[in-house]
């Protein structure tokens, strides 16, 4: 099929990419709904030093196992960290301050992860006043409370020390919202020219010369369209 029978189909069943397109635009408009405003959101971040301190610290050996130790420590602090009973805490705490905030409204909003011996805890909040009341009290919590969470590994001058404060910053909209528009229609109308080739090849109504003659017949005169 040369370029320009292709270009035949699609002039023929135009309308089928473009009801397709006109469908995929106002279904993803009403989903999201981009004339309403929307909740601003504010970003914040944590880093703790976490570990524990040798009894001999001349000794290379135990050294090596203490910072082994620590990596081991800040593997299960990070998981602490997540979870629901480290959420009621800092709730509490909160709480105790006039602030009310559910834990499980903390625990999805709180994210953990670790380099080396650094803990870093990121908190994602729609207030930014008591974002930073948060901040605080989850700093409060590990630096206070960290052997009350796990008293073993804690138990041999183990700590959590708070060594970088993030200031509060506002989250803009994501790459992803930002594509998912053009990308959903761009998908659409590849979707509909693949409809518009599938309804082609379905239809078997006689419209050119062309056609006529792949059913084997001759044909003996044609009427031109002007």
């Keep these: 099929m040369e370029l ?10 135009w309308w089928i990419p473009v009801l397709t397109v006109a469908l995929v635009a106002v279904l993803t408009l009403v ?5 309403q405003a929307r909740s601003s959101a504010y970003v914040t971040s944590l880093s703790f030093s976490v570990g524990v301190q040798p009894v001999n610290p001349g000794d290379g050996e135990e050294n090596y196992y203490t910072a082994l130790a620590s990596e081991y420590l800040i593997d299960d602090l990070s998981e602490v960290v997540r979870g629901s ?22 625990q999805g909003s709180t994210q953990a992860g670790k380099l080396h011996r650094i803990l870093n805890v990121g908190i994602t909040w729609g207030n930014p006043d008591e974002l930073t009341a948060i901040g605080d009290a989850v700093a409060a919590t590990l630096e206070e409370s960290a052997p009350d969470f796990m008293p073993r590994l804690f138990a041999q001058n183990g700590a959590a020390y708070l060594v970088n404060r993030g200031g509060v910053a506002e989250i803009g909209p994501s790459l992803r919202d930002r594509l ?10 590849a979707a509909g020219i693949g ?7 379905l239809d078997n109504r006689v419209r050119s010369r062309e ?16």
């Design 31 to 35: 989903m999201q709904r981009p004339w």
């Design 85 to 106: 009973e480290f959420a009621t805490a800092v709730s509490d705490r909160l709480a105790s301050q006039g602030i009310a905030v559910p834990p499980g409204a903390l």
């Design 211 to 226: 056609d006529v003659e792949e059913l084997g017949l001759t044909v003996v005169g044609e009427i031109p369209k002007q």
């Design 180 to 189: 998912e528009l053009p990308m959903r229609l761009l998908i659409a109308l």
């Design 195 to 201: 409809l518009a080739f599938l309804a082609e090849y």
């Design 4 to 13: 320009r029978q292709y270009w035949a189909v699609i002039r023929r069943w």
